[in-house]
């Protein structure tokens, strides 16, 4: 009697002992290291700033880098999600290693949130990109501003030189789009590899049709060099650049040959110039100086854009977890539906408004119209 009644005390007293909350683990690949660290350096970064803790849920982050190489993106997506049953994974960094991902994020049913400038990871979308969200501008939003401009500066031809991968792919075919609705002529249309060390055949191609004006597509670092190497060779025309330039690198290396280009970016690069009642605007200083505060520098935009992944999972993992427990599938298919549902939440690099349609959610509060003045970022006015 004495030790049954003993064994009944024990187990009551364990039913009454909370229960332990799972945490909640979330991967991010970043490339951090190879052709394009200039990109994955600030993501990396940006995990010590992110939400740790939602509710009473512990957040983990595991991180990963890929070191710029789409087949090890491959590798380390697959250990996150069979070994080490993360609930969601932010990354890759480059978007050809985002796009070689997709699959397994929709075969595992962990939702994505890509960190990449190519649309072509949300859009068209398909079921397996159901799982994919973006916290990028999607292509077509940043080229509607520069071909608005383009056009109050009247330029009629245009010469493209874009990256050969999804990034610069996806730009020519919105370009050639936009474009042509708005009377412009594409009159060179070039393409380079992003480690190339010269683009000065493709360089030469578009003097030979003297454009208006010409628009580099590329990512990071590598959206440089076609434009000095215009400048070497005695371009005078309007130099336009994609958000891919966004990057305080950009001025560094190309220096007084990128002075007067026009590109249009998230507001973190004119943040102090841009009215306080931009609901972006305080959630990105903050980033700002939490940033300068622990690493003695400037953020890039790219890594707003991990952060703001971070920011659209702290909203939707209490969602996700009125219907099932992280670490579970249900878990995963809830925090997909949470993160569709998000409505009118500030980021760092604008407004997300999600749809079953949208995984990238912006509007015309995630861009402005930026110009290099003086060596310095500037809003063009």
Wanted: charged share 20%.
């Amino acid at each position: 009697m004495r030790f049954m009644k003993a064994v009944s005390t024990l187990m009551l007293s364990a039913l009454c002992v909370p229960l332990a909350h799972a945490e909640v683990k979330i991967g991010v690949i970043t490339s951090s290291t190879g052709p394009i660290a200039l990109v994955g350096i600030p993501q990396k970064n940006s995990i010590a700033l992110m939400p740790k803790k939602v509710g009473d849920q512990n957040i983990t982050y595991i991180s990963l880098d890929d070191g710029s190489d789409p087949t090890a993106s491959v590798k380390a997506f697959k250990k996150l999600i069979d070994e080490e049953k993360v609930d969601a994974i932010i990354g890759p960094s480059g978007s050809p290693n985002a796009m070689g991902v997709i699959q397994f994020a929709a075969e595992s049913g962990t939702p994505m949130l890509a960190p990449v400038g190519t649309a072509a990871v949300v859009l068209p979308m398909t079921e397996q990109k159901r799982w994919v969200f973006k916290t990028t501008q999607n292509d077509d939003l940043i080229a509607d501003a520069i071909v608005a401009q383009m056009i109050t500066s009247g330029v009629k031809t245009l010469g493209f030189i874009g990256t050969a991968d999804p990034y610069g792919e996806n730009w020519a075919k919105v370009m050639a789009e936009l474009a042509g609705k708005n009377g412009i002529k594409i009159v060179a249309n070039e393409r380079f590899q992003r480690q190339d060390t010269s683009v000065t055949g493709q360089s030469l191609k578009i003097l030979m049709t003297k454009p208006d004006a010409v628009l580099v597509a590329a990512p990071g670092s590598s959206s440089v060099m076609p434009q000095t190497t215009l400048a070497d060779q005695g371009y005078k025309g309007q130099m336009y650049q994609t958000h891919g330039a966004a990057l305080d690198p950009f001025l560094k290396l190309g220096g007084k040959k990128v002075e007067g280009t026009i590109l249009a970016a998230s507001l973190m690069l004119v943040v102090d110039e841009v009215p306080d009642s931009h609901p972006s605007k305080a959630i990105a200083k903050s980033y700002i100086e939490a940033y300068r505060k622990l690493y003695n520098e400037t953020p890039a935009t790219f890594g707003a854009n991990v952060y703001d992944a971070g920011l659209l999972l702290e909203q939707a993992i209490p969602v996700a977890e009125q219907t099932a427990k992280p670490g579970t599938p249900e878990f995963r298919a809830a925090l997909r539906d949470a993160l569709e549902q998000t409505r009118e939440l500030a980021g760092t690099q604008g407004v997300y408004n999600m749809t079953a349609e949208d995984h990238s959610g912006f509007d015309e509060r995630g861009r402005e119209l930026i110009s290099v003045k003086d060596g310095k970022w500037a809003l063009l006015k």
